[in-house]
């Protein structure tokens, strides 16, 4: 699937086994290392710590993320649309006992494929095949156990399995097949043995791991490295009253982490406890239930300057591959 022409659920159809499907990782074994794999440790913390942040470009500096749009309505509905297969990837993590780290990553793919996609407004069974796409792949990279495609739950639409396989590789295309990068759990060991010396780590981490996933609907993904993130919920779930002065004393012990933005790493740790406060659930939006009788993803042939992002757009098609689930 090249990057550019056309792309629709009919070409995801295309008649691709396997063998073809994992051709890649044959010619290039280490795209998809998982950084945060137990089996990947370094003897020198601070060297693997600086590995990590190495591998953080892309992160933090997006020239145009997708909830930017121009487009008032269509953002609006991308950031609804996006909250709701947050929910399903959470839900489906829990269902077949994934780790966290597994329904992270996947939110990862699925923000770093609509920094590169957009989809238009209203053609919500689109998200839904993205999310599965995106769950699927980051279980097969990340867990030992993987369930068959047909277990995956479906909210309003039912995709057939090749179709499901072929949004996959649309995703490590688009995604240039670098599907490993550094997540905010693999610093928390480092960062609270850094910022709460003495301390019982484990209740810490926890606690971290809870601000962690609380903030990923709140916060695009692509617009903070996972070290800010890491480090703002490490000091959430130690210090729930830092100013600013005092994050910025903690922070000055870390002689890895040169590059950790005070102001960032402030702003997400003032979000972590705006939703402590808070603690109101976001409210679910019709994104599962929109009726849609599009079935044809096509690229928009005119994205094809350098640096644009390729616009998904819909037609209807009387060969529906996606197909509306009808409940009693």
């Known amino acids: 699937m090249g990057s550019s022409g056309t792309f629709s659920l009919s070409s995801l159809m295309c008649e691709e086994g396997e063998a073809c499907f994992f051709e890649h990782l044959d010619e290039n ?4 290392d998982s950084l945060d794999s137990p089996c990947f440790v370094l003897e020198d913390e601070e060297e693997y710590i600086e590995y990590l942040l190495r591998q953080e470009t ?3 500096s997006q020239n145009q993320p997708f909830l930017a749009s121009d487009d008032r309505s269509n953002r609006n509905w991308l950031r609804s649309a996006r909250v709701d297969a947050i929910d399903w990837i959470f839900n489906s993590q829990a269902k077949f006992g994934f780790r966290v780290e597994t329904a992270y990553i996947s939110v990862t793919y699925f923000d770093r494929f609509l920094s590169k996609r957009s989809i238009d407004e209203s053609k919500p ?3 839904q095949l993205l999310s599965v796409a995106c769950l699927s792949l980051a279980a097969k990279i990340e867990e030992q156990n993987v369930p068959v495609l047909s277990d ?8 057939e399995n090749k179709v499901i396989k072929n949004m996959e590789l649309m995703i490590l295309s688009t995604l240039e097949w670098k599907m490993g990068s550094a997540t905010p759990f693999a610093y928390l060991h480092y960062f609270v043995g850094k910022f709460c010396p003495g301390s019982k780590p484990q209740t810490i981490i926890t606690k971290a791991i809870q601000h962690i996933v609380a903030m990923v609907k709140d916060v695009n993904l692509m617009d903070q490295r996972p070290s800010i993130i890491a480090s703002a919920a490490i000091l959430a779930a130690s210090d729930a009253t830092l100013t600013r002065k005092g994050m910025d004393l903690r922070i000055s012990v870390i002689s890895s982490c040169g590059s ?6 402030f702003f997400c740790y ?3 406890q705006e939703k402590r406060k808070n603690e109101v659930k976001t409210p679910c939006s019709n994104l599962m239930s929109t009726q849609s009788s599009s079935t044809c993803v096509l690229e928009n042939p005119s994205d094809t300057c350098s640096g644009a992002k390729r616009k998904l757009s819909f037609e209807d098609s009387e060969n529906c591959a996606a197909q509306k ?3 009693p």
């Not at 074994?29 to 998809?32: G, N, R």
Request: net charge negative; no cysteine.
């Open 29 to 32: 074994p280490d795209t998809i």
């Open 58 to 60: 892309g992160f933090g």
């Open 125 to 127: 069974w689109a998200i």
């Open 152 to 159: 995956y739950p479906m909210e309003e639409y039912r995709f």
């Open 260 to 265: 950790l933005e005070s102001g960032d790493v």
């Open 270 to 272: 003032n979000l972590i």
């Open 325 to 327: 689930l009808h409940r």
